[in-house]
């Protein structure tokens, strides 16, 4: 937003958590309650005007954030404590803002962005556990992890990833680069596929998560995955995993 | 029961996982779903006949499990992978079988039990967790930890609990013998409370977390307890601590 046009003085950054589950996803929408609409009704009321909310990127229904990032334009002279006080005792209880700070007028919580840290887990329990339910893909203990483990050199690094890229979105570019990819060892029973990258497509870390479960059932080897990259086709990758699994845990800025 | 006179021929031993939050508790009840009517409405279908399940205590509305323990009469000739597979399959996502064995006829889930471990989790971050909102009690930063755990030696042993027990339910003796109590470090933001006992009585352990959290409060002094004990008084001991911060962890059996 250029601040010479702007009717407002003040550009706030907040950290939001947020249990995705009873959300139709981030972005705004007339058909039910979303992220983006709890946390603009909150900070209108807060602020005594209309609010819009610019989020680091849309998170789909059912995805949960630990740290989503975002910010907002406004001429309350409320402190930071207050916004983020007050912004909670508007949210609902599966809405939280956890820190709040001001920002340069330019600052974007979208455009500024350099990069995220997605986590997807997997409950490996031989029974699903009723307290995760919402929280993670229960695959039972069968998976390959050895062979998923392997597979994961060959989702890092710069690459063109449109076989794990949703129809959809607006995108200037389909290449994006994994700086980091591992599994992480949670609990014995809940394993953590952890991406962090300069950007993702619609429904990248759940496409991948997808695929690396066909790996983990023998379905697929490690190395077909430099085909499947090779192909930029969607068909050629596994299905996308559920939501539920999915929680943004970082967004990074310079 | 009597073996000779009932209609039934085996008597299964259930371990069950439960998110807490939907249910009225554990108890049947017709105004609303309980986690022995899902059980029960399971197991009559997976068995064919009406099925009437005892569990090892009844938890109140919203307190969870990891392994509640339940036993119920069969004639059915399934296997016990049939009675895990099957019942999961009919239940709701909520509650979970995760195991299931043949115990001896005079075996019962309440009667026969030695012991309880309950885990009561209290969130301790500046703001509220949305992803642990129905799994924490969320007392902010500002407990003092080790006024609390310097309270713990009061609360253990072989003691009347009266001044820790709400009115109702049917007891036998207020006498009771804590074998362990402790808190845990479940995350740097989550601390659990961890009771074993012989048993407990009605809201012992909510009871307890309520006024430890007013000695981490500076309201009450660790020696207080003493006073409170011997008084045999329900108005001398603290709050009762919501329901959605305990957890049933473990049943004990000889």
Redesign the interface.
């Known amino acids: 937003m250029n601040q010479e046009n702007s009717p407002f003085r003040r550009n706030l950054m907040l950290t939001v958590?947020?249990?995705g589950s009873p959300y139709l996803g981030w972005q705004r929408q007339a058909r039910g309650p979303t992220v983006q609409g709890v946390l603009e009704e909150a900070l209108g009321k807060l602020c005594n005007h209309p609010v819009t909310v610019y989020g680091s990127g849309r998170t789909d229904s059912g995805v949960?954030a630990?740290a989503q990032v975002a910010n907002f334009y406004t001429n309350s002279k409320l402190p930071l404590s207050a916004i983020?006080k007050g912004g909670?005792a508007l949210l609902p209880?599966?809405?939280?803002?956890?820190?709040a700070r001001e920002v340069d007028f330019d600052f974007n919580a979208r455009f500024s962005a350099t990069g995220k840290t997605y986590g997807y887990d997997f409950l490996t329990s031989?029974?699903?556990?009723?307290?995760l339910?919402k929280?993670a893909w229960f695959v039972g203990p069968k998976l390959d992890w050895s062979s998923m483990a392997q597979s994961l050199p060959y989702l890092s690094g710069t690459r063109d990833f449109s076989s794990f890229k949703s129809s959809g979105g607006d995108v200037k570019t389909t290449v994006k680069t994994i700086k980091d990819i591992r599994v992480l060892e949670i609990s014995p029973e809940l394993k953590r596929l952890s991406i962090t990258g300069s950007g993702f497509l619609r429904h990248m870390v759940r496409t991948m998560a997808g695929t690396l479960w066909l790996i983990g059932r023998g379905k697929l080897k490690p190395e077909d995955l430099e085909k499947i990259i090779e192909a930029k086709d969607r068909s050629r990758a596994g299905p996308m995993a559920p939501a539920q699994g999915l929680c943004l845990e970082e967004v990074y800025y310079d």
């Open positions: 958590a947020y249990d949960h630990k983020v909670n209880l599966t809405v939280a803002i956890t820190s031989l029974v699903r556990d009723p307290l339910v929280r």
